[in-house]
Structure formats: C-alpha cells, structure tokens
C-alpha cells in the first residue's frame, strides 16, 4: 500500500475508534487509550487521512503542566510503515509544541525514532508524570525518555511524505 494522497488534520469524533484500533493493532505491548478519553482529547490529535482509506496513522501532544508537552501514541498502519509518515507527524507535534513554547518530551521504546528526529535521551524522573513501573513484560525493550532538542541541523526541517 502506498501513502497516495494523504492528509494530516485534526480528527472528529467519529475517528475515535479508528485511532483506538490503530493504537491497538500498530503497538499490542501498550495498553490503548480508550475511545472515550481519544474522543474528550480530539484537540491533542492530528491525523494521516486517506480520502477512501479513512484514517492510516495518529499522534497526540498533551500538555503536562504550563512549560512541556508529551508526544504520546504515535502510530502507523504496517502497511505504511517506513514511508516517512510517523516522522512527518512527529513534526506536527514538535511545531505545536514550539508554537505553545513547551518543550516537548516523549517516553518511548523507540528510541532510534525519536533519535532520527531530534529528541536527546533524558532521566526519566525528569517526566515525573509517568508511571516507574508501567504494565508490560521483562521481555520488552526498556522506556527511554527523552527531549526534543532544538538545534536545526540535528532536528530536521523536511515536511514530505516519502514515496507519495
Ligand atoms: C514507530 C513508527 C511510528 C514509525 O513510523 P514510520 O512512518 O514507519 O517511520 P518513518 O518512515 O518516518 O521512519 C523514520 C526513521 O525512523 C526509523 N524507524 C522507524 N520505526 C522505527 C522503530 N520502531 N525503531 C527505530 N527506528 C525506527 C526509520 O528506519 C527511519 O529511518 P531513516 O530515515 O534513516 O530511514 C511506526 O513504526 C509504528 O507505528 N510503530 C508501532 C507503534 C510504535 O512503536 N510507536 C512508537 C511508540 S512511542
């Protein structure tokens, strides 16, 4: 499947369940946020919408405090992975959060990512909003936590969907 012509928006309600799934299906060793809190938090959302497909990928920006933001629940349809998609939404995030003037955080177990994109490793008691000890098994890589670092050269600027 190729990314063809996709749009990043804001979703509606009625995507809820889709980002539910998609949350679900794209990372089966984190626990899915309910449709009805994704459906209360529309505004923290951006989307990938395919006119005829609906909605292939999903990521939110929650405010944690007056001064950060998390990057949270960014996902991908398999089918589109590797397609620059995750990274293009990831940088909707960083613009949000840069335009609110909070510095973004993430806590992930994709740490190359988040890396290819400008975040730098942080203590996670740095992020003290998050559980020590999140559900999970010993088996799954470690939660890493990190900050994204403003330095143009290393953050990257392109804005394009690879293979669209
Ligand atoms: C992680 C995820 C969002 C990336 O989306 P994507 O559209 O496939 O990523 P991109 O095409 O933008 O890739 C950007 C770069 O990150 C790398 N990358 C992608 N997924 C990665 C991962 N899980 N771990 C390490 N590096 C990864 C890519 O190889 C690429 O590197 P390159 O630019 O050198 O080629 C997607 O794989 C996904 O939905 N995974 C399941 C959910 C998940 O783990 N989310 C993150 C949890 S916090």
Redesign the pocket.
Known sequence: MSAGKLTLERPVPDDARRIHALQRE??PH?IPQPVDEIRSRLDEFQVARDPERGVL?SVAVRPLGELRAEV???????R???????????RWAIRRAVAEGRQLV?????????E??GFREIPLSWIPEKPARPPGGPDLPARVAMAWDPEPARAGQQEQV?HV
């Not at 589109?80 to 990831?90: D, E, K, P």
């Open positions: 794209a990372a984190c990928a949270r629940g960014v996902v991908v349809d398999r589109l992975r590797g397609s620059g998609l995750g990274s293009a939404l990831v993430c806590v992930t177990r994709s740490p190359a990512f988040f290819s994109l690879r």
